[in-house]
């Protein structure tokens, strides 16, 4: 069991560019998470997919935010155009079943700086 | 609304004496309840979880916890630190179809 594999490990880029956050979530899970941890605001859940379906996107920020998972295998959430404000370390967890009903298994993060 | 507290932003304990960890919650029927770990640079691993049955739960590391109904806790606790405990420690919990609540973290120091 690899885990979950989210890449890059570190991400710098500058304002107003396109950033694409990935996520491999460990085979069998159905369920999959995307989280933001910042210092401020703790760990805030962006989306959660379910068998490959959007079922709550309320936690992205705004129309910038999009996440997709074409399937039962990948993820990506991209920022575009990136601010410095999403600055923050993002997390991808997976589990078996839906939200809280078996635990999550997180990826190692993504720290991502915009300047 | 439905949430989970911890009350201790940051706790400093000897190497080698006891820790307990507080979390509170608010949910009106009996919660699922978890403790995860962060270690500096990765991402959360779970240490335990409640849904039912005995109070007091066993987890890995050495760690338990006991849900405390009447006091809407679930603390996690542990008899003696290892330096290698030092990390950032979240409760979670919700009920059954709600989405899952993380607190606010607790960080742990642990003096030599």
């Known amino acids: 069991d690899a885990g979950v594999i989210q890449s890059p490990r570190h991400e710098v880029t500058e304002m107003g560019q396109e950033v694409t956050l990935r996520c491999k979530p460990i085979s069998g899970h159905n369920s999959l998470f995307w989280y933001r941890q910042t210092m401020m605001r703790g760990l805030e859940l962006l989306i959660y997919f379910n068998n490959n379906v959007p079922i709550d996107d309320s936690g992205m920020p705004e129309d910038r935010f999009s996440a997709k998972m074409p399937n039962a295998s990948f993820s990506t959430l991209k920022i575009q155009p990136s601010e410095p404000r999403d600055s923050a370390v993002y997390f991808c967890?997976?589990?078996?079943?839906?939200?809280?009903?078996?635990?999550?298994?997180f990826g190692n993060g993504t720290r991502l700086t915009v300047t | 609304a439905q949430s989970v507290t911890q009350p201790d932003i940051h706790i400093t304990v000897s190497e080698g004496a006891s820790l307990e960890l507080r979390c509170n919650y608010s949910y009106g029927a009996t919660p699922y309840l978890f403790w995860y770990v962060q270690s500096p640079g990765q991402g959360l691993q779970l240490l335990l979880k409640?849904?039912?049955?005995?109070?007091l739960v066993q987890g890995i590391k050495g760690f338990e916890a006991e849900f405390k109904r009447s006091q809407s806790s679930f603390n996690l606790r542990k008899p003696s630190v290892h330096w290698s405990d030092a990390a950032e420690y979240f409760c979670a919990g919700n009920n059954a179809g709600n989405m899952l609540t993380f607190g606010g973290g607790t960080r742990l120091m642990v003096k030599p």
């Open positions: 967890a997976s589990s078996t079943l839906g939200q809280g009903l078996s635990p999550l298994h």
């Open positions: 409640y849904f039912s049955g005995d109070t």
